[in-house]
C-alpha cells in the first residue's frame, strides 16, 4: 500500500507542478501502531520531529537519523500547542489536571529541558493560554493585557512572534509590545504564522479563508480555502491542506502549495493519501504530516525558479 501511495503522489505531483515546486518521495515513519499519531512538528535543526497521540495525550520526540522514539510526558492535552525554543534545548507545553469534581480543572505550563529531561511549572490556573518561545524566551498571552514572561530572566529577543488568538482576534509581539491585528476589521482567526523573515503572516479567517499580510495587518491578499497554512522554509510557498468532509468526518484531505501573492497553486498529494496538519522543516525541502489513519508522512520537494 505505501509503494502504491507514493506512485500515485509522484505522478500526480509531477503533472501538476509544472517546474516550480514538486514532490520528490515520501516515507512513512516507522511508528508503533494504534496510538493515532497527530500533530508532527520539527525541532529547529530538523533532526527530530515532535508529535502526539490521539487526543493530544503525551508528547513524544522522533530522531529521524536513528528512528528512536522517546516519550517526553505522557500529560493529558500536551501534545496541543507545544513549542521549542530556536536553540532546540527547551520544549514547552500545557498539560490538564483533573479536579476532584467532575469538570474541574487545573492547567499547567511546562517547561522541560530536552537535553537534561529536567522540568519545572511555569504558570498554573484554571486557564492559562498557550506557551510560546520569543527567540529563547518563553511567553504567554496575557488576555486584556499584555504579555507575561514565564520567567524573571525571559526577554523576548525577536522582532516578531505570534502569541496566538484572544477574543478571536490575533496575537503579535512586535518589538516586545503586544499589538492585536485584525486585518478584516471583523475577523475571527486561527492558525496564525509568521514567514522565516518574520514580516509576513498567513492565518485563516474564519468567513473568508486564508490570506497572507504584513505584520501590521497590511496588503491582505486571500489565498482562499486552505486549512492549517505553513510556510516553507524559503518563504516561497505556503503548505496547507484541502480537506474535504460530509459535515461530520473527513473524506479526503489533499496538501497543496500556494504562492503567497495567491496566483499559482499546485496540488501535492493524492488520494489514497489523507494529508493532515503539514509542518514545513526549517533547513531543508521536507514536508511532515499526518493522515487520518493515525500514521505520519514525511515527503521531499524541490523548488525551481519562477
Same mark, same amino acid.
Given at each position: 500500500m505505501r509503494? #502504491?501511495?507514493?506512485? /500515485?503522489?509522484? =505522478?500526480?505531483?509531477?503533472?501538476?507542478?509544472?517546474?516550480? /515546486?514538486?514532490? +520528490?518521495?515520501?516515507?512513512?515513519?516507522?511508528?508503533?501502531?494504534?496510538?493515532?499519531?497527530?500533530?508532527?512538528?520539527?525541532?529547529?535543526?530538523?533532526?527530530?520531529?515532535?508529535? +502526539?497521540?490521539?487526543?493530544?495525550? &503525551?508528547?513524544?520526540?522522533?530522531?529521524? =537519523?536513528?528512528? +528512536?522514539?522517546?516519550?517526553?510526558?505522557?500529560?493529558?492535552? =500536551?501534545?496541543?500547542?507545544? =513549542?521549542?525554543?530556536?536553540?532546540?534545548?527547551?520544549?514547552?507545553?500545557?498539560?490538564?489536571?483533573? &479536579? @476532584? /469534581?467532575?469538570?474541574?480543572? +487545573?492547567?499547567? /505550563? #511546562?517547561?522541560?529541558?530536552?537535553?537534561?529531561?529536567?522540568? @519545572?511549572?511555569?504558570?498554573?490556573g484554571t486557564s492559562v493560554d498557550l506557551p510560546v518561545f520569543a527567540g529563547n524566551a518563553l511567553v504567554t498571552n496575557d488576555a486584556g493585557r499584555g504579555y507575561m514572561p514565564l520567567a524573571d530572566n525571559d526577554v523576548p529577543a525577536v522582532h516578531a512572534s505570534v502569541l496566538g488568538i484572544e477574543n478571536t482576534k490575533i496575537v503579535l509581539l512586535l518589538d516586545g509590545v503586544k499589538k492585536l491585528l485584525d486585518p478584516f476589521g471583523n475577523g475571527s482567526y486561527v492558525w496564525p504564522a509568521l514567514s522565516p523573515d518574520r514580516t509576513r503572516l498567513v492565518a485563516y479567517d474564519m468567513a473568508r479563508g486564508a490570506f497572507v499580510c504584513d505584520v501590521q495587518g497590511n496588503g491582505v491578499v486571500r489565498l482562499g480555502r486552505i486549512d492549517a497554512p505553513a510556510w516553507t522554509r524559503s518563504g516561497a510557498w505556503i503548505i496547507a491542506m484541502h480537506e474535504q468532509n460530509d459535515g461530520h468526518a473527513i473524506t479526503g484531505s489533499d496538501l497543496v502549495a500556494t504562492s503567497p501573492d495567491g496566483r499559482v497553486s499546485v496540488q501535492l498529494t493524492h488520494a489514497p493519501v489523507v494529508a493532515l496538519a503539514p509542518a514545513c522543516s526549517p533547513v531543508d525541502n521536507r514536508i511532515v504530516c499526518a493522515t487520518t489513519d493515525g500514521t505520519v508522512l514525511i515527503l521531499t520537494y524541490e523548488e525551481t525558479g519562477r
Open positions: 509503494g #502504491v501511495c507514493l506512485a /500515485i503522489l509522484l =505522478a500526480g505531483s509531477s503533472i501538476l507542478a509544472t517546474g516550480q /515546486i514538486h514532490v +520528490t518521495g515520501m516515507q512513512q515513519l516507522p511508528l508503533p501502531a494504534g496510538e493515532g499519531w497527530m500533530c508532527p512538528g520539527w525541532a529547529p535543526d530538523g533532526r527530530a520531529i515532535f508529535l +502526539t497521540a490521539a487526543q493530544y495525550r &503525551g508528547l513524544y520526540r522522533y530522531d529521524v =537519523a536513528t528512528g +528512536t522514539l522517546a516519550q517526553i510526558t505522557d500529560a493529558s492535552g =500536551a501534545g496541543y500547542g507545544w =513549542a521549542v525554543s530556536p536553540d532546540g534545548s527547551q520544549i514547552a507545553y500545557r498539560k490538564t489536571l483533573d &479536579g @476532584s /469534581i467532575p469538570g474541574e480543572r +487545573t492547567q499547567e /505550563i #511546562v517547561r522541560q529541558n530536552l537535553v537534561s529531561g529536567l522540568s @519545572s511549572v511555569m504558570a498554573r
